[in-house]
């Protein structure tokens, strides 16, 4: 366990005006920022980030809401991050996200969902290197 988890506030939450709201419910459910910066996603650089989604049906779809704004990204610290913060952020599709979540609250639809969480230790430190180098990583 890293206790370090990677997260994103996606295109539509920034386009809503929700990333102090969201970044309020992280900081309450006790994680620690120790990386984060805004930008805007080239569809390139967003088709790489979900290179693993390529085969699926919505994955142009995802390309296209995930370049379409800026993000958020955000690498978070806390005993148990990973699943600690799959549990905040709740179910990929809100209308099965439980109450209290950041989905139930902020999301739209499931492709449209707020924010990403990585779903494993490895995954968490891959999606970190991705966006942040050693320098920017504290
Ligand atoms: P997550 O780990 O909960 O984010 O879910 P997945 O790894 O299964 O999917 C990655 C992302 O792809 C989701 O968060 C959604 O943004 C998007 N996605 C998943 N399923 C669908 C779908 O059926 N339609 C669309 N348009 N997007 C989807």
């Given at each position: 366990m890293t206790n370090r988890t990677f997260t994103m506030i996606k295109p539509d939450a920034t386009l809503k005006g929700n990333t102090g709201g969201i970044l309020d419910m992280i900081n309450k459910a006790g994680f620690r920022i120790v990386a984060m910066k805004m930008m805007h996603l080239s569809a390139e650089k967003a088709g790489e980030f979900y290179?693993?989604?390529?085969?699926?049906?919505?994955y142009g779809e995802l390309v296209e809401f995930m370049s379409r704004g800026a993000i958020t990204a955000a690498i978070l610290e806390k005993e148990n991050a990973v699943e600690d913060f799959r549990k905040l952020i709740g179910a990929t599709n809100p209308a099965q996200a439980e109450e209290g979540t950041i989905r139930k609250k902020y999301a739209t639809s499931i492709g449209e969902n707020a924010v990403h969480g990585s779903d494993s230790d490895e995954n968490a430190q891959i999606e970190g290197d991705f966006f942040f180098s050693k320098l920017e990583q504290f």
């Amino acid at each position: 366990m890293t206790n370090r988890t990677f997260t994103m506030i996606k295109p539509d939450a920034t386009l809503k005006g929700n990333t102090g709201g969201i970044l309020d419910m992280i900081n309450k459910a006790g994680f620690r920022i120790v990386a984060m910066k805004m930008m805007h996603l080239s569809a390139e650089k967003a088709g790489e980030f979900y290179g693993v989604h390529k085969e699926r049906a919505f994955y142009g779809e995802l390309v296209e809401f995930m370049s379409r704004g800026a993000i958020t990204a955000a690498i978070l610290e806390k005993e148990n991050a990973v699943e600690d913060f799959r549990k905040l952020i709740g179910a990929t599709n809100p209308a099965q996200a439980e109450e209290g979540t950041i989905r139930k609250k902020y999301a739209t639809s499931i492709g449209e969902n707020a924010v990403h969480g990585s779903d494993s230790d490895e995954n968490a430190q891959i999606e970190g290197d991705f966006f942040f180098s050693k320098l920017e990583q504290f």
